[in-house]
């Protein structure tokens, strides 16, 4: 029986990943250096990101600390700026709301979180959010969903896991719970193998739950 919702953020319930590497390939530029992003999408399956080109090309630590600031500060321009909300998600989490108990595990930062939900709807159905300063061993490690179940008090068979990406889907499989990939069309190449469901729509996750409830 599912009883417990754990969520990733980006991609799942904003359409924030595009956003996160145009940021990312804009602070590169800035150095002369050029994100490939199909090597981007496989060092981010690995939990990597923009710099491991960075210093393939020979950036030394000091000048990623720099380009690292940067990023951040065009992400937060484009979380501000850009349409990131996907279509049906406050509606489909209502829904759930009346059948299982939800929580956000993301790799975001505080600091990003609370900009991209200043002003939306989504916290109101979650138990807890989890952002990356509130574990020590990021995604694909186990360690994200392991404390999400820890804050629940939940075994690993009451759960699910919602991912978009292999980075959430392997951290999810090593921590021992079922998990479901949604489209997106950013990372739609990755591997998802070991899911335990791929849906196109949040909104199909209603009949899943009401399928192991």
Known sequence: MKKYI?????????????????AGERALADIGVTLDKERYLRDMGQGLGSWAQARA???????????????????QEYLRTEAIEIEGVVETL???ARHVRMAIVTTSKRVDFEIIHEKRQVRQFMDFVLVREDYTLAKPHPEPYLTGLTRFGAAREEALVVEDSSRGLNSAVAAGIDCVIVHNEFVKAQDFSQASHRIETLAELKDIILKVT
């Open 94 to 96: 209502a829904e759930l």
């Open 57 to 75: 090309a020979g950036v030394d630590e000091q000048a990623i600390g720099r380009q690292r600031a940067v990023r951040d500060d065009y992400y």
């Open 6 to 22: 754990l969520f990733d953020h980006d991609g799942v319930l904003v359409d924030t990943e595009f956003w996160y590497y145009r």
